[in-house]
T-cell receptor, first 109, second 115 residues
Framework: GQNIDQPTEMTATEGAIVQINCTYQ??????LFWYQQHAGEAPTFLSY??LDGLEEKGRFSSFLSRSKGYSYLLLKELQMKDSASYLC??????????WGAGTKLIIKP | IAGITQAPTSQILAAGRRMTLRCTQD?????MYWYRQDLGLGLRLIHY???????GKGEVPDGYSVSRANTDDFPLTLASAVPSQTSVYFC??????????????FGEGSRLTVL
């Protein structure tokens, strides 16, 4: 079967760095995505990795290792507005997205 | 710029009733999707359409139907609602296949409660 695993909840301090991990087992791989979802709102796109390595975009970075079926999202200089759920999704062999359940990130002052 | 619009935002429905959730996009995207999101579970694909005139079944299609008569509209119909269909429903679109082009654009969601 297809499976995306990520921690249910994480807590971090304002100004700190946090790493959210995602492991996956899917039928084929055509890219890994991270989305942010604030409570009661729609998901919004953060990043896309299709090759191994690190993609940096401002305070957010995403890493992919296809051989390990592993990705992480790194958030630096955390702000209170970063409190949200972070969703990991993988495009399978049919280019359909398989979604993890999301990681709820709580930022404390 | 509207992007992608869903209606209604919220609805309480008696079991057995028929319900249509509307979704309209003005970005001329080819692909559209319907997901449901339940607590503790990832987004689950109900139905999708890669281009106007075509539709396909996702992971959890039972009890739902869709149509794609034109590029802009992608309504989702519950023929006879059941309590297990209580969920938040998201419509999304992408220029091409989601995994090819990357970004999905989501509507604001429709919260449906079936009693």
């Amino acid at each position: 079967g297809q499976n995306i695993d990520q921690p249910t909840e994480m807590t971090a301090t304002e100004g700190a760095i946090v790493q959210i991990n995602c492991t996956y087992q899917t039928s084929g791989f055509n890219g890994l995505f991270w989305y942010q979802q604030h409570a009661g709102e729609a998901p919004t796109f953060l990043s896309y990795n299709v090759l191994d390595g690190l993609e940096e975009k401002g305070r957010f970075s995403s890493f992919l290792s296809r051989s390990k079926g592993y990705s992480y999202l790194l958030l630096k200089e955390l702000q209170m507005k970063d409190s949200a759920s972070y969703l990991c999704a993988v495009a399978d062999s049919n280019y359909q997205l398989i979604w993890g359940a999301g990681t709820k990130l709580i930022i404390k002052p | 710029i509207a992007g992608i619009t869903q209606a209604p935002t919220s609805q309480i429905l008696a079991a057995g009733r028929r319900m249509t959730l509307r979704c309209t996009q003005d970005m001329r995207h080819n692909a559209m999707y319907w997901y449901r999101q339940d607590l503790g579970l990832g987004l689950r694909l109900i139905h999708y359409s890669n281009t106007a005139g075509t539709t396909g079944k996702g992971e959890v299609p039972d009890g739902y139907s869709v149509s794609r008569a034109n590029t802009d509209d992608f309504p989702l119909t519950l023929a006879s609602a059941v309590p297990s269909q209580t969920s938040v429903y998201f419509c999304a679109s992408s220029p091409g296949l989601a995994g090819e082009t990357g970004e999905l654009f989501f509507g604001e969601g429709s919260r449906l409660t079936v009693l």
